[in-house]
Nanobody, 112 residues
């Protein structure tokens, strides 16, 4: 299983970005795809996830500003009203059958 995240970049505070993540390989049904983020020196932090049957969850820090969506094994994260504290490397993952697979990260930098 492989995941490829893209869409990061530099944006001013208040701006928007959309991240994408493509999962490929032998993926079982009943899976959940998620976004996490990490800043240097801190633990990786949950952002949002969505199951293949449409159930979703957000962290309180992004609720109301970020929207997660997916189309089969493509995962998206629409990020609006970005804040400098959203600056991080964003990672996507997929989990199923008690295994979790991670993609490489994509850097999001929000300038004040």
């Amino acid at each position: 299983v492989q995941l490829q995240a893209s869409g990061g970049g530099l944006v001013q505070a208040g701006g928007s970005l959309t991240l994408s993540c493509a999962a490929s390989g032998n993926i079982a049904g009943g899976n959940v795809m998620a976004w996490y983020r990490q800043v240097p020196g801190k633990q990786r932090e949950f952002v949002a996830d969505m199951s293949n049957d449409g159930r979703f969850e957000y962290s309180n820090t992004v609720k109301g500003r970020f929207t997660i969506s997916r189309d089969n094994t493509m995962l998206y994260l629409q990020m609006n009203n970005l804040k400098p504290e959203d600056t991080a490397v964003y990672y996507c993952n997929i989990r199923f059958l008690r295994s979790t697979y991670w993609g490489q990260g994509t850097q999001v930098t929000v300038s004040s």
